[in-house]
Each structure stands twice: as C-alpha cells, then as structure tokens.
C-alpha cells in the first residue's frame, strides 16, 4: 500500500501546495481522496496517469476538496476507460455531480456509480479491503474515512520446508485455514502458515475534534489528518471548524495510531513544518506532508 | 499593455503547460481571458494577487477553458474584493454560471455581473479602450475577442518648449484637440500635438478558419490564435473544430497582423517550438507562447 500526497493545502493554494488530494494505491486499486482543482495536472508531475484512478472518496463539498473533479473526468473521458470508476461521498453528493455534468460541455463517455453515503459504517468491502466511513462535524456534511486490510494467512516458508510440503495446492489448502493430510500425517494450518494482520489508514480531512475522529482512527497504523491552523489560532480553527496541529495530535494520541501525517495548511504557514513540531509536542510520531511525498505503509 | 500567458496546453494539461488563461493587463485593468483550471495558482506563481482581476472574458464553456472559474471566484470572494467583477461569455454563459454556484458550496461575498455577448461588435467601452467580440466556429457557442486600445492625442514637447507654452491647462486643451491662444496668438492643437494610435490584441482560441477570424484580427499588433495541431494533422483540426499552425499564420497573414502568438497546443507536442517554425513558412513574425511569458504591447 502506497499514499502519495497530491496537494496539501486548505482552501488556497500556494506556490509549493496544491488544494487537498490524496491517492491510496493498493494493488490494482487507486483510491483518490479528495480531488481539489489542478489534481489532474499533479498526477501528471507525479508519473500518474488519470485513467488508472478506481474510486473517489469525497469528503464534502467545499471548493478546496473537489474543483478537480470535472476536469480529471473530462480527461478519463478521453482516454479508453473501460472500468466503471466508483465515486463515493456524503449527502448531496449526486446533486453536486448532477450540477458539475451541468455547469460545463461534458462528454461522459465511460460509466460512473455515484454513491451516497447515508450511515457510518463500511460502504464498502471485498476480499482484500473494506472502506469505512463516519460522518465529521464540519460547517457541510463531510466524512472521514477509513481503508483497512483484511488479515491474510501467509505460509511460514521454512516450517513447510521442514516438513517437506511442495508448492501447490496443499500449502494452498492449508493458507486457506483448512487441515491437510500430507504422507499420513495430519497437518495442521497453524504448523504451516501465520495470520499476518492487515494495515489501515484513516483519514480525517476537515472536521473539528470529535469523537468520530477517534473512532475511525482507532488503532490505524497511518492517520492521515487536517491540522490546517496552530495552536494560536485555536478560535479561527472553530470559528471554521478546523484542526489545530495539537487537537489533530490529541486525537491520534487517543486513538493510539503509530503513525500520524498531518496536511491541510492554512496558507499563512510558508513552512508546515513548525505544525508538525507543534503536534509533536502532543503525539511524537508526526509527520508533516508536502506535495508529492510518498509514504509505503 | 501587458500579455501573461498562464497556460499554453488545450485539453489536458503537461508537466510544461497549464490549460487556457490569458491576463492582458492596462494601467488598472487586469483583464482574464478564458479560466482553465489551475489558473489561480498559475497567478500566484507569476506574482498577480487574483482579486486584481477586473474582467473575464470566456471563450466558450469547454472545460479546459473555464474549469478554473469557480476556485478562481472562491479565493476573489475571501478578499476584500470591493470591485463588481465583471464576467461575458457567448450565449448560456449565465446558465453555465448559475450551475456552477450550485455544484460547489459557494461563498459569493462580492457583486459578480455576467453578462452574454448576443452580436458580433464592440460590448464594452471606456473613454480608454474598446472590447469587441466575433462568433467563430466551434463546436459550442465560442467568441473571439478583440482589446483595443484608443488613439491618443499627445504632447510634441519639443516643439511645445519652442512656442514656450508652458505645462498646464493650455497644453491640456490643445491635447484635447482644441486651439488655444497664446501671447497674441492662435495656436492650433496640429503644431504641438500629435495623434498616437491605439494598440490592439485579438483573441482567437478554439476555432476552424472562418472569415470572422481575420474580421477580428485585421491589422491587429498582436494576434493570440490557437494553434493546437501541425499541418499533418489537418484531419483531426477539422474534426474537433481547431486550428493548425499554418491556418492560424494564414489568419495573421490575411488580416495583416504585426506579430502572431500561437497557443493551445495539444499534449501530443513536447516542444511546441515546433508548430512556430511550421507557421513561420507562412508568416514570419510568429511566436511560441509558453506558460509565464510575458509580452510588452
């Protein structure tokens, strides 16, 4: 699994920051989060090619999170894509994509499911992932949202070794949780194979501190988080209903998750960085995002 | 007058080129041309505050042209913008514009006065300059443009220090084109004035060669023509309603133009340089346009 940073600015952009977007790689899947205006043309600087995106997870619709929409669709539309791109986001979500397809010439030459998501919970699950959403406390509906791995059985190569078991369907047997019986001998899954744990990553894009937060971001190896204004500018953050860096720490200290990114920068700050201290302060494992950085998870 | 091309690519935006807008800037006029999107952080790479825009002046509603209008008015409307922000565009600009503001939450804390261009002829008029527009040929409702620039009367101030007229309101009517009287004498405004003509710019972005092209551009100082196709590829100009170089150095040529820009190059061209030297076998005095060029009328 793969993040790679589009655009870490909040509703301005400044010469090194773009408007929010963010793109979870995972397999064949390239989940876009977010896709604020110039999106497109950062794919483009990052070697991405716009037809490769699987889904959009919307947030809400402010302006900042989703100009690059129409745009990114136009050029998806020009290429020949053959997959039905899935885009997800809160109430009212159909009504703004119904208005954007109105608002310019639009050619929709490929299939597009626009989905709404009404309740918190898991919208969206196959064999290897699911994505969960919970609704945020913003000035618009807006939601978090999390992608989790499932758990995988892997084959504990040298123990199979041991015991002589060829590649094939027998190890694939035993990796799917069953017995086998292998030279007379009862062999069981847990001799051969371990459960390796799936990583998660939550993201938390515009939204005061609330229980929500902690909830979707409970345990998560990475959290992704708003911390658009410093500790001093606490009253503008509610005011706006945005994150400090401390409150964004506070909540992946609460929600104890190993890793916390914090992105979304008012563009008074020249250099973000001095937020990641600030939040360091509260949560020690605090990276600060910047356009285009890469993080394996 | 002051060109500053903000991005040179038509469809799809590369790594080199942003998608269409033009800032034709004169004393405090700072007129838009066409709005693509990403164009309120290509002004902010070349150091223009966007609420110094004055006008836009919109081509047609394809979205490579206008996709940049809504983030564009987003950041004009977190200003003190005290201006009316004044906005023309072919026939359904005002629908357009009404399904913009409902696709996105919209904070319009400015007065925004659009209006649609019915006629061919001039639409604006100041005692400075004049704005004409031209229907050209596409396929949705698309108008050129023309900004040009009023003769000046202006002071010959050799000749003026000769008749020792000094500085003040009798120089002031004769520069109005009156005559004045002076130690005993009439003096006719012809002896210490002079006419100064006009400058002038025309605007042709997303056409096929049509007469009005060259109605609107004749004996222009500079022509901005797009140019999104070279001549081999004459097939797919025709198809998708463009210009190749060569049609767009035939328009400068026939409407007896001082210089050509050519813009709007399709992605497909690495170096567009290329497409200039094709429209120079035509006419001589073509430039290349690049994002963040700037050029003195």
């Keep these: 699994m793969e993040l790679l940073f589009l655009g870490t600015s909040s509703m301005v952009p400044t010469k090194e920051r773009n408007h929010s977007a963010i793109l979870l790689t995972y397999g064949a899947e390239n989940i876009l989060l977010d896709c604020g205006e110039g999106t ?35 050029t998806i539309s020009a290429s020949e894509y053959s997959k039905i791109l899935e885009i997800y986001g809160p109430r009212g979500t159909k009504k703004h994509f119904e208005y954007i397809k109105k608002a310019f010439f639009f050619e929709e030459k490929f299939e597009v499911k626009v989905r709404e998501i009404e309740e918190d919970g898991i919208f969206f699950e196959n064999e290897d992932f699911c994505i969960e959403a919970k609704l945020l406390e913003h000035t618009v509906p807006c ?99 945005h994150l400090t860096a401390k409150s964004a720490a506070m909540i992946a200290n609460r929600a104890n998750v190993k890793q916390l990114v914090i992105t979304h920068f008012s563009p008074r700050y020249k250099n973000p960085e001095k937020l990641a201290e600030e939040a360091r302060n509260y949560f020690d494992k605090t990276l600060c995002a910047k356009d285009f950085m890469r993080i394996r998870v």
Tied chains: 1, 2.
Aim: proline share 4%; glycine share 8%.
């Design 143 to 241: 939601l978090g949202y999390r992608f989790s791995e499932k758990a995988k059985r892997k084959i504990k190569v040298d123990a199979a070794k041991k015991l002589g078991i060829p590649q094939g369907p027998l190890l694939g047997k035993l990796q799917e949780g069953k017995s086998v019986t292998w030279k007379g001998k009862k062999i069981m899954p847990e001799q051969v194979t371990y459960e390796k744990e799936g990583k998660s990553v939550a993201f938390i894009l515009d939204t005061v501190m609330c229980e929500s937060c902690v909830g979707l971001a409970k345990d998560a190896d990475i959290l992704v988080c708003e911390a658009t204004y410093s500790e001093e500018l606490e009253h503008k953050a509610e005011e706006y209903k």
């Design 40 to 74: 497109q043309r950062q794919l483009k600087m990052a070697g991405v090619a716009s037809p490769k995106i699987t889904k959009i997870l919307i947030s809400h619709w402010h302006g900042d999170h989703v100009l690059g929409l129409p745009g990114l669709l136009q």
